[in-house]
């Protein structure tokens, strides 16, 4: 989704420059474990602790500018195709199309008798929520009983299910 490809996009410019930041500090910590010259103007220059407060504000200032871009972005509520309301229970989940009808099923993990080869246990299940390609779909959560955790991590969606607090999210698969 286009959400995943812009937190990809942050999480590498987010290391890099936590990369940048760790090889200057070990750069700057082996140098002075290192070397036997030692320097007093340096260490009580006006400039130099101007700079190194000065320039992580501005580091943090630089991550922290596409990283609330990306929390608006997943926020923002384009008019949706059609909405899904989803109800977490202790053991499976209701989904329930309300555009359609009011078309109601329950989705159960499949016991690990029945999973075939190649299944992964504990994400299979019976009854599967379909979704369109290339239209905005709202995902109303909600939980009946205790807190649960609606994702799907391919899609960069991770919503939480509280009860008596319905939750929504808008994703274009």
Same mark, same amino acid.
């Given at each position: 989704?286009?959400? &995943?490809?812009?937190? /990809?996009?942050?999480?590498?410019?987010?290391? *890099?420059?936590? @990369?940048?930041?760790?090889? @200057? $500090? @070990?750069?700057a910590?082996?140098?002075?474990?290192?070397?036997?010259l030692?320097?007093?103007?340096?260490?009580?220059?006006?400039? &130099?602790?101007? %700079?190194?407060?000065?320039?992580?504000?501005?580091?943090? +200032? =630089? +991550?922290?500018?596409?990283?609330?871009?990306? =929390?608006?972005l997943?926020?923002?509520?384009?008019?949706?195709?059609?909405? +899904?309301?989803? %109800?977490?229970?202790?053991?499976?989940?209701?989904?329930?199309?309300?555009?359609? #009808? #009011? @078309?109601?099923?329950?989705?159960? &993990?499949l016991?690990?008798?029945?999973?075939?080869? #190649?299944?992964?246990? =504990? =994400?299979?299940v019976?009854?599967? $929520?379909v979704?369109? %390609?290339?239209?905005? $779909?709202? &995902? *109303?959560?909600?939980?009946?009983?205790?807190?649960?955790?609606? /994702? +799907?991590p391919t899609l #960069?969606?991770?919503?939480?299910? $509280?009860?008596?607090?319905?939750?929504?999210?808008?994703?274009?698969?």
């Open positions: 989704s286009p959400i &995943m490809e812009e937190l /990809a996009t942050f999480h590498d410019h987010a290391f *890099m420059a936590m @990369l940048l930041i760790s090889s @200057l $500090v @070990l750069y910590l082996l140098s002075t474990l290192t070397t036997k030692t320097n007093t103007n340096t260490t009580d220059a006006q400039e &130099m602790e101007t %700079i190194w407060t000065i320039l992580p504000a501005i580091i943090l +200032i =630089l +991550i922290a500018l596409p990283s609330l871009r990306i =929390l608006y997943t926020d923002e509520i384009n008019n949706p195709s059609f909405t +899904i309301k989803s %109800i977490g229970h202790q053991w499976y989940w209701t989904y329930e199309y309300t555009d359609y #009808g #009011g @078309l109601i099923f329950n989705s159960y &993990m016991p690990p008798l029945f999973l075939n080869p #190649g299944d992964l246990r =504990l =994400l299979e019976d009854n599967r $929520v979704l369109p %390609i290339e239209a905005p $779909v709202r &995902m *109303m959560i909600t939980s009946q009983d205790v807190l649960h955790s609606w /994702a +799907i #960069g969606l991770k919503t939480d299910a $509280v009860p008596g607090r319905l939750n929504q999210t808008v994703f274009t698969a």
